[in-house]
């Protein structure tokens, strides 16, 4: 809690002695009625006098009214003050100025931050990004120092491997030449998937990112990863000579890792 000043509580002390020791007076004693001093109080003489009127009016009884305005009591220069009604509850010595409290300067609006489940992208997420990074650079080092990989021989138009196959991440795109018409196996369908995927945020506007919400986007991709899969493994393994098509225990394997 905020500490009051030493000089407030000693006002708050002398205002409650004066407040008890005008208690412990008879009702009918003048000095009970006496207001205080404008050196005492250190309450103009003109709010002083206007204090002094409301509690007179409120003890002979009259029933001050909304707007009406008070009689005008002589101030200490001699001229009289207009005032208006006031409130007839007084503190300690017939004051009606009271202290409530004293608090510390400070902001007016309180922020306080929501939390939130996002992170900063540094560190939390590149720092993660930079150590798999050389993980991955230090397993292909040591895989490239104990795995021989020599490049082939030269190409001899004269003895064409058969068979002929492109390479692993284009094997789902041959696989789909030797079944289709090549507009349809080469451009149709490539751009039929393709657009899919970039449509799919457009038309899957579900904010949610439980799975359990998201069964479009989840179904679309996943047709999209299996088709590919499933064409690059037919194409690697099932495919011999002539491209045709061959079980690769019965007859052996037509592909080089």
Known sequence: MTEIPEH???????ARAKAAAAKAEPADAPAADAAPSEAESKIPAHLLERAKAARSKAAGGAAAEAGEAVAPAPAAGGSAVATATLPTAAGPGGHTQRLLTVVKSGSIQDVKASPQDKVHVW?????????AALLCTGFVLIFSIFVNAPLLELADINRTPNPSKAPWYFLGLQEMLSMWHPMVAGVLLPGIGLAGLALSPYIDRNPSNKPEDRKFAISLFTIFVMSCAVLTIIGSFFRGPGQLFVFPWAAGLFFEL
Do not use: D, T
């Open 8 to 14: 407030l509580r000693k006002r708050a002390e002398e």
């Open 123 to 131: 560190p939390h997420l590149l720092s993660i990004e930079f150590v």
